[in-house]
């Protein structure tokens, strides 16, 4: 059965009932995402599909403990965020790989399109490309987390705030701050 018009809440409703199904949905719905994040985070995307299991494993196991007052993907990207951390701290990484969810649903590393089409122009995508992602890694880590959550994870800035528990203002202004530091390292492909 498919649940393609109903709210994640709607379906929260139907899973604590016992419907499996509605559950499998809400993992289709946010699988790719989660694991892009997650990907990021932990810069392994294998690692990245297991912690993502595991947070669907957490969050249907405490699902009766979800609070609706929130979004299901905020409680559902914190389990994950949580697991990513915390396999972080036992391992100790320090770096973070830039990866994507394609349309496929195929995880790849982040590539900067290809404008050109002579080799000259490919190459200078290929450093764009490994620019954009050196200087993500050198973002204050606060302002990393937020990039990644916003156009890694593809979350709204309400669900960020969320996330992250700060005022929606303070999310834009921290994402406004990290994109012109972004802009700042990057000024030489301008």
């Known amino acids: 059965m498919s649940f393609d018009r109903a709210s994640d809440e709607q379906l929260v409703r139907l899973a604590l009932d016992g419907d499996e199904a509605a ?20 810069g392994d995307i294998e690692l990245a ?34 697991l990513g951390i915390d396999h972080l701290r036992r391992r100790r990484l ?17 590539v900067v399109e290809d404008q050109t089409k002579d080799p000259l ?3 200078e995508n290929a450093e764009l490309a490994e620019a954009l ?22 979350l709204s800035y309400q669900e960020i705030a969320e996330f992250k528990d700060m005022p929606l203002g ?10 012109t530091v972004l802009r700042d390292a990057l000024g030489a492909f301008s």
């Open 133 to 154: 992602r050196r200087a993500i890694e050198e973002l204050r880590p606060e302002y990393r987390e937020l990039v990644l959550l916003r156009h890694f994870a593809g």
């Open 94 to 110: 320090k770096t973070v790989a830039l990866y994507r969810t394609d349309r496929e649903g195929d995880e790849v590393e982040l």
């Open 121 to 123: 122009g490919h190459f």
């Open 49 to 82: 599909r297991e912690l993502c299991q595991e947070a669907f494993i957490r969050a249907w196991t405490a699902l009766d403990r979800f609070n609706p007052s929130y979004r299901f993907s905020t409680w559902l990207f914190r389990i994950g965020h949580n």
């Open 23 to 42: 559950f499998t949905d809400l993992v289709h719905r946010y699988q790719r995402r989660l694991t892009a994040f997650l990907g990021q985070i932990v």
């Open 170 to 179: 303070t999310v834009k202004n921290k994402l406004f701050r990290a994109h």
